[in-house]
């Protein structure tokens, strides 16, 4: 942990993580901008769409991000790369707020979770992943991403056909939201994304904080 970091306020805390928050101003900035770089490119060339599901490694990413810079700084930095991501690689689609929203909180409770629980026995570090990816589940997942996108096609653009058929012949009930996240998790296999991508936090994320670069600050 960094030198007084204990001693800084809240929302200081809340901004950056203890890694920067005793860098310059433009040091900080600095570092922002790489992640957000970063993240810039993972959006653009490792995320793709299918229907109404989205597949990437942006759950992962957001989480390290919000780790390494900081809740805040992270959740800025996802908003961005998420809206830059866009810009370059639209392919014709209208910006779904939603979709940059839910990794953006991912990468601030991921900061939140590491930074401000104490955890003080062996092996802390991985029950702090787990409740970070607990917590990107319920809320990204979930709560923001799928409710974003069953409100997106209940109201604007209809309900998918092959949703429709999926509620109809394999579980047998009508059409609703606890329906639309089944199929989305399961027929639609956003599960195995959200899988693959909890087991990169687990395995990058001790890797970078043991670097030497990070290992004084986030260790």
């Given at each position: 942990?960094?030198k ?5 306020s809240?929302l200081?805390?809340l901004t950056f993580?203890p ?6 101003p ?5 570092y922002i ?8 490119v ?10 109404d ?10 989480a390290i991000a919000?780790?390494l810079i900081g ?11 998420d809206?830059?991501g866009?810009l370059?690689n ?5 910006y779904?707020?939603?979709v ?6 991912t ?6 979770i590491?930074?401000?629980i104490?955890?003080?026995f062996?092996?802390a ?10 917590a990107?589940?319920?809320?990204g997942?979930?709560?923001i991403?799928?409710t ?17 058929e999926?509620v109809?012949t394999?579980l047998?009930?009508?059409a609703?939201?606890?329906t639309?996240l089944i ?9 195995f994304?959200?899988?693959?991508n909890?087991?990169?936090?687990f395995?990058?994320t001790?890797?970078?904080i043991s670097t030497?670069i990070f ?5």
């Open positions: 942990m960094c007084n970091y204990q001693n800084k809240v200081q805390k993580s890694f920067i928050i005793n860098k310059t433009a040091k900080k900035i600095a901008a790489v992640v957000t770089a970063f993240l810039t993972c959006n653009t060339l490792l995320e793709f769409s299918l229907f599901a989205q597949y990437s490694l942006t759950i992962a990413t957001s919000g780790i809740p805040l700084s992270g959740f800025a930095s996802c908003m961005f790369a809206a830059i866009f370059m639209s392919k014709g689609g209208i779904m707020l939603w940059g929203l839910a990794i953006a909180v990468s601030f409770l991921a900061g939140v590491f930074h401000f104490r955890f003080k062996k092996g570090v991985f029950v702090k992943l787990a409740l970070i990816c607990i990107s589940f319920t809320v997942t979930v709560l991403n799928t974003g996108f069953y409100m997106y096609n209940y109201y604007v653009v209809g309900l998918p056909i092959a949703f429709l999926y109809s394999t047998g009930t009508s609703n939201y606890l639309y199929y989305r998790l399961f027929f639609k296999g956003l599960i994304n959200c899988l693959v909890y087991g990169l936090i395995v990058l001790p890797m970078i030497p290992k004084k600050d986030l260790q």
